[in-house]
Every structure is written in C-alpha cells, then in structure tokens.
C-alpha cells in the first residue's frame, strides 16, 4: 500500500514562513503528480500547488510569488515552501500522489497563521 505523509505544518505569525514536506513510501516513477490542497473548515478543499513529471510547478492564483513547490527525487518528497503568510492560507494540507493513475492522500498537516 503506497503511504504518502506530509510533516512541517504549525503555527506562525503573519508574514511568516513554513515549509511542508510530502513523502511517498514509494518510488515516484513518470507519470507521476504530487502537490498540496488545502482545506478550511466548512469550505471546499482548493489546489495549493502541484508539480509533475515534467517539472512545470502549478500554484493557486492566491500563492503564486508567496509558495514555492520543488522536489527531491531521491528522497521522493516534495516540498513546499511558504513565505509572507496570510491569515488566509491557514488550514489542513493535504498532500497527494497521482500515480498510474491512482491517488494517494496523506493524512494532512495543519498550518495556522495568527494575526
């Protein structure tokens, strides 16, 4: 069974920065897709960030120039880098795995930014 487990969320003051690590119990072979989605409590979840085999990041409206998504192949974890936070960017991460055209889902990481 392929484990996914994000780690790094926590509490930060506006304008602060946390970064999240997402890592797979397996190999990432092509074709393959990890990112973040986000969720607040009564709210839909939303795509924070992705990144694929390709390597073109793909980040929400709302973090482009805050978030930055990279990846460590050998380590097959993908990070995610957030500075400047907003009160808004608090939540439950979700990291996930698309592989072979299954996917994956973490247990996800709380990141709350207090005014």
């Known amino acids: 069974q392929v484990q996914v487990v994000e780690s790094g969320g926590g509490l930060v003051q506006v304008g602060g920065s946390l970064r999240l690590s997402c890592s797979a119990s397996?190999?990432?072979?092509?074709?393959?897709?990890m990112g973040w989605y986000r969720q607040e409590p009564g709210k839909q979840r939303e795509l924070v960030a992705n990144?694929?085999?390709?390597?073109?990041?793909n980040y929400a409206d709302s973090v482009k120039d805050r978030f930055t998504i990279s990846r460590d192949n050998a380590k097959n974890t993908v990070y995610l880098q957030m500075n400047n936070l907003k009160a808004e960017d608090s939540g439950v991460y979700y990291c996930?795995?698309?592989?072979?055209?299954?996917?994956?889902w973490g247990q996800g990481t709380q990141v709350t930014v207090s005014s």
């Open positions: 996930y795995l698309i592989r072979f055209g299954n996917t994956f």
């Open positions: 397996v190999r990432i072979l092509a074709p393959w897709t």
């Open positions: 990144l694929g085999t390709g390597g073109v990041p």
